[in-house]
């Protein structure tokens, strides 16, 4: 009675493991990637919502900034020199607002709305550029969505 595997029957469980991982790797890969732009996106629209909700609260202006690779939240913009919190692998591709970087968005009490029309920012992945997610501030309401 013969046990264990012949060098033909290993080699052939290899192969069939090596053509699995080189099918799976990839999209594991880009499915990664397209969760680290859903968790910026989400990042930057709580940090709209928390600035527009600490406008209430407080009674204050509550200003956001939104640089290329991360933002910051504060009273004001002029006080916020650089992200507080950064994007991994995602950067902020394009916005509907010519001066940017940086783009301010404030928010004013005593609803916290905002000083502008509609806000666009679009979260782009570094290395596949088609993986995006856009964050919208809605005008006057200073409603957040991430489409």
Avoid at 18 to 26: A, E, M, R, S
Avoid at 69 to 85: E, H, K, M, W
Avoid at 103 to 115: I, N
């Amino acid at each position: 009675m013969k046990r264990g595997l012949s060098l033909l029957e290993l080699l052939i469980a290899l192969a069939v493991l090596g053509l699995l991982l080189g099918l799976g790797v990839p999209n594991f890969l880009r499915w990664r990637a397209q969760a680290e732009v859903d968790e910026a996106a989400r990042s930057l629209a709580q940090a709209f919502q928390y600035a527009r909700a600490e406008a209430k609260r407080t009674n204050a202006n509550r200003c956001v900034r939104v640089w290329r690779d991360g933002f910051a939240v504060g009273a004001s913009c002029a006080a916020l020199s650089a992200p507080t919190q950064r994007f991994s692998r995602v950067q902020v591709s394009e916005s509907n607002y010519a001066t940017f970087p940086p783009l301010d968005v404030v928010f004013l009490p005593p609803y916290g709305t905002t000083d502008a029309p509609l806000k666009r920012l679009t979260l782009q992945h570094t290395r596949y550029p088609d993986l995006t997610r856009s964050v919208h501030v809605i005008g006057v309401i200073g409603k957040v969505v991430v489409r």
